[in-house]
């Protein structure tokens, strides 16, 4: 419901800027200039009808044609007849009888008797039919004038009637008139299927925010705690041992409650559902998974219990565990000792913490961001990567007014680097940068930085199955991590690496890739360019996950035998999931870290 209400929301939202915007523009426009009365003079009053012009009766007796109706009236100085049927219209004089066509000399003269203007009438055109007359269906003649608003002037080809004056200033109004009442077509129906389905949509979308604001919040949120029953959360570690006992109140989620007394789970949306970090394991009686759940987790960690903490209410005393549970009440911190540009927007950040952590290949931490104001001066910039950024629309300056945590993956084994952090960072540009981004690439060597961790379960699964590794952007930091891993320990079993990049320059470590390659003979590495042609034999041209099926997956015997570890862009990974599925490789098969965005 969440999704539906979005969508249509957007949907709804760009058509009431429409309504809103042309609605503003037509209130600017003068009325008698759009209603054409600037120039046009009112038809002079009826004269003294001729005593000798033909009865009505005499002439629509001797009529070649039927005659269904039939009016008296004035064309210039000419008494005349209109007589119409089902098929046409024509003209009568009254006073000899004959009938009158209209002539492109008479039809002028008709339109500039109807015109007070500065302008000069150009030469008549006869239309079948015209947008600017859509209230008459019929042939009309079109008598443009030169005067500085572009007036035309419609004169009906049966009655010889003005119909219209239309000048620029209405053609404008009509646009927005289009817009405002959604007749794309005729431009007057202003019940039309388009603008009733937006109004249905609009009070289908104030209906279900009614009700998602309801199910948004709890009735206990709305009840102090310490009206509220006392319950408690057992916390156990992943290896199955009690962590501890906290306190908590009927209501509270699992998330608030450990947060409350210092137990920090991992979240980058602060507990708003829309992340997925805070997953946990309930014990004993599982509740039935929310919406949000089955958005943020897997079938099989749904079947194995596992659930959103931010979005899992205490109605009693539960049991948890908690993977990475030792960590969520420490925090440490760190000094920035290296800031290297891999990257037009990736960047290289290495964190010496304070205290010794031991972080598996693929795990990440999270960094606590502050309260900031920054500027684009703030970002140092290498020589080599300014022209990249000069097209970026960055605001002078960008906040964030509210602390945060953003997790990054370790990019390198922590006993590679000397025990120090090695993080990969993406920036993410736009009139309102990515907040965590913009901290960490405006960091200097010699900043102090906290964070939390290490967290996450995207590792190397234990075995000598063959490897498929693919990934793009900043995936490769974990990715990165796992191969260094793998290849330090002598594994046998073949490694295959596909990495997805706009162009070379967007491409890190790729030196580094090419060398292990030429070291180990299990290793093999794939560069695939989106933006950019392939120049050499181990690059390939195209989108990542679809080069590796057309070169691997395809046409290997045995995918059932492989693993395959991936990480980057969300689509990206979604699309090599799915590929896999129609692959029919298992779930169990596939790691992947979706960076929970």
Not at 186 to 212: D, P
Not at 225 to 236: G, I
Not at 520 to 527: A, D, I, M, R, T
Request: overall charge neutral; aromatic content about 10%.
């Amino acid at each position: 419901m969440r999704k539906i209400h979005k969508w249509v929301g957007l949907i709804i939202a760009i058509q009431f800027v429409l309504w809103l915007a042309s609605g503003v523009v037509m209130s600017l426009f003068d009325a008698a200039k759009v209603a054409g009365r600037e120039f046009r003079i009112k038809p002079p009053a009826a004269g003294t009808w001729p005593a000798n012009a033909q009865p009505l009766e005499t002439v629509v007796a001797s009529s070649s044609a039927p005659v269904k109706v039939a009016s008296s009236g004035w064309l210039l100085d000419i008494p005349v007849y209109r007589l119409v049927n089902d098929k046409s219209g024509w003209i009568v004089r009254a006073d000899t009888g004959s009938r009158l066509d209209l002539d492109p000399a008479l039809v002028t003269k008709l339109a500039q008797a109807s015109y007070s203007g500065p302008g000069t009438a150009q030469a008549p055109r006869l239309l079948s039919y015209s947008p600017e007359t859509r209230k008459h269906k019929e042939p009309v003649w079109r008598v443009d004038f030169s005067d500085s608003d572009d007036t035309s002037v419609y004169v009906s080809a049966r009655t010889g009637n003005v119909l219209e004056h239309r000048n620029s200033t209405w053609r404008v109004f009509d646009f927005f008139w289009m817009l405002h009442i959604m007749d794309y077509a005729e431009r007057e129906n202003f019940n039309n299927k388009l603008l009733v389905t937006s109004a249905i949509g609009g009070v289908w979308m104030a209906l279900t925010g009614v009700w998602l604001l309801f199910a948004s919040f709890r009735l206990s949120e709305f009840v102090p705690a310490k009206w509220r029953r006392a319950t408690s959360v057992n916390v156990f570690s992943g290896d199955g041992g009690k962590l501890c006992t906290v306190p908590a109140n009927q209501g509270d989620t699992v998330f608030q409650a450990l947060a409350r007394h210092g137990l920090q789970l991992p979240s980058n949306c602060g507990g708003g559902q829309s992340c997925g970090l805070c997953e946990v394991r309930c014990r004993g009686t599982v509740p039935e998974p929310t919406a949000a759940d089955r958005a943020m987790l897997s079938p099989q960690k749904l079947a194995a219990g596992y659930r959103l903490a931010c979005n899992l209410p205490l109605h009693g005393s539960m049991d948890i565990d908690v993977a990475n549970a030792d960590a969520l009440a420490a925090e440490y911190e760190a000094t920035v000792t290296q800031v290297r540009a891999v990257a037009p927007f990736l960047r290289e950040i290495t964190l010496r913490p304070s205290a010794q952590l031991e972080c598996r290949p693929g795990s990440y931490i999270q960094v606590h961001v502050p309260q900031y104001v920054r500027s684009a001066s703030d970002i140092q910039l290498p020589d080599e990567h300014r022209d990249d950024w000069k097209g970026m629309a960055l605001p002078d300056s960008w906040n964030s007014p509210v602390p945060l945590r953003r997790s990054y993956s370790l990019a390198i084994p922590v006993e590679k680097a000397g025990g120090q952090l090695t993080l990969l960072v993406r920036f993410i540009p736009g009139q309102q940068p990515g907040r965590g981004s913009s901290y960490m690439y405006t960091l200097k060597e010699g900043d102090k930085v906290r964070f939390s961790g290490a967290f996450g379960d995207f590792a190397i699964k234990p075995g000598n199955r063959e490897k498929v590794i693919i990934g793009g952007g900043a995936g490769m930091a974990p990715l990165r991590a796992m191969i260094h891993a793998m290849l330090d320990n002598g594994v046998s079993e073949p490694v295959h690496f596909w990495y997805g990049a706009r162009s070379h320059r967007d491409a890190p470590y790729v030196d580094e890739m090419k060398a292990f390659a030429a070291r180990h003979p299990n290793f093999k590495w794939h560069l695939v360019l989106s933006d950019e042609d392939a120049t050499a034999q181990d690059v390939a041209k195209g989108l990542v996950h679809e080069a590796a099926h057309e070169a691997l997956l395809r046409q290997h015997p045995d995918l059932a035998a492989c693993d395959f570890y991936l990480c980057g862009p969300p689509a990206m990974l979604e699309a090599t999931r799915k590929l896999l599925r129609e692959l029919g490789v298992s779930d169990e098969h596939i790691a992947f870290d979706d960076f929970k965005v």
